[in-house]
C-alpha cells in the first residue's frame, strides 16, 4: 500500500514532535489514565528540567495530546490513541533488545 504524500508529510510532523527531547517519557509517564500535578509528572518522567518540561507540556497540549483540568495533565482521547499504539513499540522494543542480546553472545 502506497503511502500519499500529505500522509507521509502528516508523520513526519507527528514524529517531529515526538523527537523533541523527553515528548514521549512524558506522554507515557501519563499512560494509566490519572492525572498527574507538575511536580508528579516531573518525577514521573525523570531527570527532566522545569523549563524543559513546560515547554512540553506546552507543545503537546498545542498538538491536542495533553491537557491540564483540576486535577492534573492527563492525555487527551488523541493523546491515548497515540499511547496505544506506542504500545505495541514497547512489544517490539523486548523483542529486539532480546535479538540484540543473542546477537553480542553469540
Do not use: C
Request: glycine fraction near 8%.
Amino acid at each position: 500500500m502506497r503511502t500519499s504524500s500529505k500522509e507521509t508529510a502528516a508523520t513526519y510532523q507527528l514524529l517531529a514532535l515526538l523527537e523533541a527531547r523527553y515528548a514521549i517519557r512524558v506522554l507515557w509517564a501519563l499512560r494509566d489514565g490519572h492525572p498527574q500535578t507538575f511536580r508528579l509528572l516531573q518525577d514521573s518522567v525523570g531527570g527532566i528540567t522545569p523549563n524543559t518540561l513546560n515547554t512540553r507540556i506546552k507543545e503537546l497540549r498545542e498538538a491536542g495530546l495533553m491537557q491540564h483540568n483540576g486535577d492534573g495533565y492527563s492525555v487527551t482521547a488523541s493523546g491515548a490513541d497515540l499511547l496505544k499504539r506506542l504500545n505495541d513499540l514497547q512489544a517490539f522494543a523486548a523483542k529486539w533488545v532480546a535479538l540484540q542480546a543473542k546477537k553480542r553472545q553469540g
